[in-house]
């Protein structure tokens, strides 16, 4: 079983752009899909990347998704950040048998 | 459009059995493709797959909880069932279900979710 570890908060400024890194534990982070989920309080979350770099439709362009094999890690940029971009985000992969969530990363935007 | 509630008891005593429900529409069960995964999150705390059954029948556990998890389907009802036993206060959270790609490994569509707190 593999883990994804992601940073436990960041904080830029509206305008600004901020990335978020989500490290594969083993197994190469090619070998499956990684999705990005936006959760804010007291909702339940939604998905803001898919298959590493797709945009559900009505998620702004300002997000974007990523994989780097040679640091084993995947990657959300958010450009032009709004106050409403403050958020807790969560990367999420898996393998043959598991689901396997990072431990989310809270952004504040100040 | 593709929805998903959760049901269950909102409160269950330590060592009881939690059963929640899982009911959607939108998509079918029966096709190719299509699973339901249930995960929680402890209060203020990060999001835990627990587990996952397919169009198929083939059932995936979290390794850490395996024991301890049972899920089913009523692909006639538009329902997934998750049964968790030995409750234990450490299991306090909310219980999502979500719509799962199997293609793409995505938990694409959520429900809203429902708090269970376990407490004598």
């Known amino acids: 079983n593999f883990m994804l570890t992601q940073p436990h908060s960041v904080s830029e400024s509206p305008g600004k752009t901020v990335t978020i890194s989500c490290t594969r534990s083993s197994g190469s982070i090619a070998s499956n899909y990684v999705q990005w989920y936006q959760q804010r309080p007291g909702s339940a979350p939604t998905t803001v990347i898919y298959?590493?770099?797709?945009?559900p439709s009505g998620v702004p362009d300002r997000f974007s998704g990523s994989i780097d094999s040679s640091s084993n890690s995947a990657s959300l940029t958010i450009s032009g950040l709004k106050t409403e971009d403050e958020a807790d985000y969560y990367c999420q992969s898996y393998d043959s048998s598991n689901l396997v969530f990072g431990g989310g990363t809270k952004l504040t935007v100040l | 459009q593709i929805t998903l509630k959760e049901s269950g008891p909102t409160l269950v005593k330590p060592t009881q059995t939690l059963t929640l429900t899982c009911t959607f529409s939108?998509?079918?069960?029966?096709?190719?493709?299509?699973?339901v995964g249930w995960i929680r999150q402890p209060p203020g705390k990060a999001l835990e797959w627990l587990a996952l059954?397919?169009?198929?029948?083939?059932?995936r556990y979290s390794p850490s909880l395996k024991s301890r998890l049972t899920i089913t389907k009523d692909t006639s009802k538009n329902q997934v069932v998750l049964t968790m036993t030995n409750m234990d206060p450490v299991d306090t959270a909310t219980y999502y279900c979500?719509?799962?790609?199997?293609?793409?490994?995505?938990?694409?569509?959520w429900g809203q979710g429902t708090l269970v707190t376990v407490s004598s």
């Open positions: 939108g998509f079918s069960l029966s096709t190719s493709g299509v699973g």
């Open positions: 059954i397919y169009w198929n029948d083939d059932k």
């Open positions: 979500a719509h799962n790609d199997f293609w793409s490994g995505s938990l694409d569509y």
């Open positions: 298959e590493d770099n797709q945009r």
